[in-house]
Structures are given as structure tokens and as C-alpha cells.
Nanobody, 121 residues
Framework: QVQLVESGGGLVQAGGSLRLSCAAS????????MGWFRQVPGKGREFVAA???????YYADSVKGRFTISRDNDKNTVYLRMRSLTPDDTAVYYC???????????????WGQGTLVTVSS
């Protein structure tokens, strides 16, 4: 059974940084693509970033240049380094996975429970 567990969320001031982690189990991690999404109350989940099993990376325009996605296959973990945070980045951040990069960027079916990031002004 695939399990994704996010951590690293919290309260940070505008301009600050956070690093989110997502530990995966129950899958051949190195062969899966990984993604991060975020959701604010009343809105749908928004794509943030994805990384293929080949380490190709993709970002939403809203985070490009500020966020960095990376993976450590030895630790079965994907990271999201977030810099220059603004209140608009406040959301619950979810990790997702699929073997297909297309799927993980748009409609993944395997999700973590989410971690809350709050950016104060």
C-alpha cells in the first residue's frame, strides 16, 4: 500500500523560507514521478511542482524561481524548498505520485495527508 507522509509545514513570515518533505513507502520510489500541489479553503488543488524519475523538474509560473523540488531516492523522499514566501503561498501542501509525469502534474490519484503552510505579512 502506497503511503505518502508530508512534513515541514508551519508558520513563517513573508520573505522567509521553508522546506517541505514527503516520505514515500510501498512503492519503487525511484521509478515514480513526484509532485506537490496546494489548496486553500474554497478552491481546488493547484499544481506547484513536479519531478520525474529522471530528475526533470516542472513548476507553476507562480512559484518558478522561488521554489525548488528535489528527490533523494536513497531516502524515498521528495522535497520542496520554498523561498521568498508571500501570504499568497499560504495553503495546505500535498504530495502526490504516479508513474506518469503527465498524470502527476494534473490528476494524480495517490496523495499524502497534507501539511499546512501559513505565511504572515
Amino acid at each position: 500500500q502506497v503511503q505518502l507522509v508530508e512534513s515541514g509545514g508551519g508558520l513563517v513570515q513573508a520573505g522567509g523560507s521553508l522546506r517541505l518533505s514527503c516520505a514515500a513507502s510501498g512503492l519503487a520510489f525511484s521509478t515514480y514521478c513526484m509532485g506537490w500541489f496546494r489548496q486553500v479553503p474554497g478552491k481546488g488543488r493547484e499544481f506547484v511542482a513536479a519531478i520525474s524519475w529522471r530528475n526533470n523538474t516542472y513548476y507553476a509560473d507562480s512559484v518558478k524561481g522561488r521554489f525548488t523540488i528535489s528527490r533523494d531516492n536513497d531516502k524515498n523522499t521528495v522535497y520542496l524548498r520554498m523561498r521568498s514566501l508571500t501570504p499568497d503561498d499560504t495553503a495546505v501542501y500535498y504530495c502526490a505520485t504516479d508513474r506518469s509525469l503527465v498524470v502527476v502534474r494534473k490528476t494524480p490519484n495517490l496523495w499524502g495527508q497534507g501539511t499546512l503552510v501559513t505565511v504572515s505579512s
